[in-house]
């Protein structure tokens, strides 16, 4: 199979079992799940869980076995944008393409739907993990602490209070390992770990999920000042608009584009003990640097 | 000792622990943490964690082992509290005395506190369990039904699509079995399963936490229309100004008061079967019956 089916078919799986996990709750058809339904469904990349799923892969697990956990990152990911794009945090009206959960539901429902979908993330994993006691709790606790303050909601803060301040490039790599990396490393990491590998898998995806996660958001940086309205499905420019320091305004263009290249590199170089059996990590990471939305 | 030295060393055991998870963390003097913090220390009941100690003593489980479980679900009711407080929500400006979250931090910073205590119940849990991993594993999975939208934010669910309506019996019961009792019937069962607890005793323990839920949130309306201001910390009147359906409005003063007693005997009845060893949560029902805020 070619890289592109194969992503397309893990993207497929992902979104199948997060619409069956939801549909087997109590009442699907109750507002709050179809607020929390059309956030996890309004077209992500999937990046996290499709990692999570090919790390595991590569390490020689079943995909099936890594879902529940690889989805509770998708869960998460997504809270982090519905409560992002509140009017008293960013105060988005889009969101790839679609109005923001809050435009759609109300802010308090789209308070509510990021709250349910945090907690769903661990409630997922609690009912479905089919892994080992010990190793589902290995694997919830990297999850929860890179979500956590010190973790996602940490790099979260760094942005809030940087707000309308030009950052200088220590402040703007802390925030975005936080915001960005911390959960994508933590995808690679639990990826790993389900898979059976060992400390030096977990180094080894760690590093290079710490460079794939930079190298993502240098690129989001890069698409903000580059990319095409139509295709992005939203309005370039909005982080001058609001702002927001970012890689291209603390570094430049043309410096950016090189980091870009060359911690895309250095990630792919964290997999060269993998050989041939990195291919879609490769593939994925390739993908990552060239894609245009 | 007295019940009330009782419950005031288990008050201030579970404040001791709170602040230590909280000291633990990477940067406690980061302004996320103080805004968590400040919530947490705002001089709560802790009804939740006294509730899960209580019971699992009653079983004869050591407090400390039971420790990490009582403070998440303070984390989780705590964080409940400020989402809830917030401008899009009910919109308030003093809880228990003190302005809330939003007013002292910002309302950006409330919905990260409130979304960092969430995760952190579960960090907390995951760091710090002595409990085998099955019992964990069986623990926290109770803990996040409870306060999922099956749970507690199916509650608030109900409270937000009841505004300015006057709702029936039922939709009142249900939405305060969600809201308020759901997290009060988890902590008495968690107890219960973590000091050794069978399958009756899980069952008797929900049982006597349902109606002790039910009968709390009945005084809380109770109080909320015939309670002194200054002892409360917060303006009487206040569900009748927000146009809340409440026991009172609903079922009258005097038949809200003989359901108050009521159910609250009937909590008491669930606990028979322990003769003398439920003394603890007998006098707290009790308690909770007399209090005056």
Known sequence: ???????????????????????????????????MDYSLQAGGKRIRPVLMLACA????AEQE???PFACAMEMIHTYSLIHDDLPCMDDDDLRRGKPTNHKVYGEAMAVLAGDGLLNFAYETILKYSQMSPNMTLAAMAIIAESAGVEGMIGGQVIDLESEGKAVDAITLMTMHLHKTAALI?????????????GRDDLNAMEEFARYLGIAFQIKDDILDVSGSEEVLGKSIGSD?????????SVYGLEQSEKMLTD??????????RYGTKAEFLINLSNFL???DR
């Open 263 to 272: 911690y895309t590199q250095k990630a792919i170089e964290a997999l060269s």
């Open 57 to 60: 892969e590569m390490m020689g």
């Open 1 to 35: 199979m070619e890289f592109l089916e194969q992503l397309e078919a893990k993207i497929l799986e992902v979104n199948k079992a997060l619409r069956k996990y939801l549909e087997e709750k109590d009442n699907p058809q109750a507002t709050i799940y179809k607020a």
């Open 240 to 248: 001058k608009e609001n702002e927001k320091s970012t890689f291209v």
């Open 65 to 67: 076995k890594v879902m």
């Open 289 to 291: 640097l060239d894609r």
């Open 185 to 197: 490393m933590a995808s690679a990491k639990v990826g790993a770990l389900l898979g059976g590998g």
